[in-house]
């Protein structure tokens, strides 16, 4: 199985300057053997995979581009749910959140003090909402996931600002993204940037592995160290997703069982993009 192009006798992708064969090669193999016996671990894909989940994550993508047009003051979560639902059948792709783990809609739509997993309902978006749409598709098996804030008229000051600090924590997230560097050293510097400016960092939600199930290994917490957790290998496939809150980190969950609202009723924002590990940093797959 060849691993992202690169060859025996080329210098190794982490840094050591040694040929490929006398350094990681034997390591990566193991790594795709083992997906293949069993489904734990960090699978790295295969370019054949990722091209796969680059076709899903360009549908994602362009599904968001759509709302941005669409989404303004009197539509209804649900709006947002059959348009987002039809669109992707249309594209001859499936909506994941769709009966994942009883999950009843195809889009999580997640308002002012909402962090995720909002359930699309008759509730009417109005001026100076911030709200958040998080779309996954499945196509040809394979899964793209990503979401954005949407400002909804005019915001207030702070509600720009958090969902302007969120991004940034996203940003400054990927651009850890590079072989040899760790999964601690996106989350230490995603905690780095919202706390100086005040904010906190939702815990009970990390990012995740992605491409051939909607939540593989390993979690990316948007907290954490530098130099810890596993090392960032070419064509491991995962999300960046920080949930920044303007109060406390700390989550409860609602009756319905999914939607996740911030405890003291603050206001949460979110970013995410589906990412691959190349052999010299990252490639926005949902970009
Ligand atoms: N898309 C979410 C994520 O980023 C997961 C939603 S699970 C659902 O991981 F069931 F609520 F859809
Ligand atoms: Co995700
Ligand atoms: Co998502």
């Known amino acids: 199985m060849k691993n992202s192009s690169i060859g025996r006798n080329d210098t190794c992708w982490c840094g050591s300057g040694k040929k490929y064969k006398k350094c990681h090669m034997k390591d990566d193999k193991q790594s795709q053997s083992k997906r293949r016996s069993s489904r734990s671990g960090i699978i790295i894909k295969t370019d054949e995979e990722v091209e796969g989940i680059r076709k899903s994550s360009q549908l994602t993508k362009s599904i968001l581009d759509i709302l941005e047009e ?20 249309e594209h001859g792709a499936y909506p994941a959140p769709l009966n994942y783990r009883g999950f009843p809609k195809s889009v999580c739509t997640s308002l002012n003090n909402v962090i995720c997993h909002g359930i699309p309902d008759h509730t009417v978006v109005k001026d100076g909402d911030i709200l958040n749409v998080d779309v996954t598709c499945i196509l040809d098996g394979y899964y793209g996931d ?9 915001v207030s000051d702070d509600a720009r600002r958090l969902c302007e600090i969120s991004k940034e924590c996203m940003d400054l997230g990927i651009k850890q993204v ?21 904010y906190s960092v939702v815990r009970d939600f990390c990012g995740h592995g992605v491409g051939l199930e909607f ?5 990316v917490p948007h907290y954490g160290s530098p130099k810890t957790g596993p090392m960032l290998r070419p064509n491991m496939v995962f999300t960046i997703e ?41 490639e926005i797959l949902t970009a």
């Open 146 to 154: 990503s979401n954005r804030m949407f400002l909804i008229g005019e």
């Open 178 to 198: 590079k072989p040899f560097n760790t999964i601690g050293d996106i989350g230490h510097v995603i905690q780095q940037h919202a706390e100086k400016h005040g």
């Open 242 to 282: 920080p949930m920044i809150n303007a109060g406390l980190p700390d989550s409860r969950i609602l009756e319905d069982k999914w939607t996740a609202v911030t405890i003291d009723g603050s206001l949460s924002a979110q970013w995410e993009h589906t990412l691959r590990v190349t052999q010299t940093g990252f």
């Open 215 to 219: 939540h593989e290994d390993p979690q």
């Open 70 to 89: 669409r989404i303004t003051a009197g539509i209804t979560t649900e709006d947002i749910n059959t348009w987002v639902h039809q669109y992707t059948l």
